[in-house]
C-alpha cells in the first residue's frame, strides 16, 4: 500500500485592511487551487504588519482585521478541511526558531541582500530580519514557502 503524502507549502497575508480584487487576482485564485495540490499552510502574518504599520491605532486594530481576513478567507473558498489557517503570533515555535537564527546569522550577510537593502531604509529594526523569520516560518511548515501577499 502506497501512501501519497503531499508536499507542504505556506504563504501569509498581513491583516492590515479589508481585501480587494487585487487580492483575488494576486493571491487568493492560486490558493484555492493550491489547497487541492499541496498541504497547506495559511499565515495570518500579524507580526509582520508591525514593518510598516506600528502606530497606535494600527496597532488596535490587527485583532478586528484578523477577524475580518478569516472571514473573508472562508468565503472566497479557503476550506479548512483542506487547509490549515493560523495566526503568527499564536505560534511559539516561530519565535523561537527566529530568535536561533538571529544568533546565527550576522548583520553583514543580512545587509548583503538586496531586498533587506532597500526595506531597511524605512523599516523599524524588526523589518531588517524578515529573511529569518521567513526562514522560521518555513522551517516550521517544512516545505515551500512561495512570495506572500498582504
Known amino acids: 500500500m502506497t501512501s501519497t503524502k503531499k508536499t507542504r507549502l505556506l504563504t ?5 485592511g479589508k481585501l480587494h480584487l487585487g487580492h483575488y487576482i494576486g493571491t487568493y485564485k492560486n490558493r484555492l487551487q ?7 499552510f495559511f499565515l495570518i502574518a500579524d507580526l509582520h504588519v ?9 496597532v488596535r486594530e490587527i485583532p478586528q482585521n484578523i477577524r475580518d481576513l478569516v472571514l473573508d478567507e472562508l468565503a472566497l ?9 493560523y495566526v503568527q503570533s499564536a505560534v511559539k515555535e516561530i ?15 543580512l545587509s548583503r541582500l538586496p531586498s ?14 524578515h529573511p ?19
Open 50 to 58: 508591525l514593518t510598516t504599520r506600528s502606530t497606535r491605532e494600527d
Open 132 to 150: 529569518l523569520w521567513a526562514a522560521g516560518l518555513s522551517g516550521a511548515a517544512g516545505g515551500r514557502y512561495p512570495a506572500a501577499a498582504g
Open 12 to 16: 501569509g497575508t498581513r491583516p492590515t
Open 77 to 85: 473558498g479557503i476550506d479548512p478541511e483542506k487547509s490549515t489557517t
Open 116 to 129: 533587506i537593502k532597500e526595506m531597511a531604509r524605512n523599516a523599524p529594526y524588526g523589518g531588517g530580519n
Open 34 to 40: 493550491l489547497q487541492d495540490q499541496y498541504e497547506c
Open 95 to 109: 519565535y523561537q526558531l527566529n530568535l536561533i537564527f538571529e544568533m546565527l546569522v550576522t548583520v553583514s550577510r
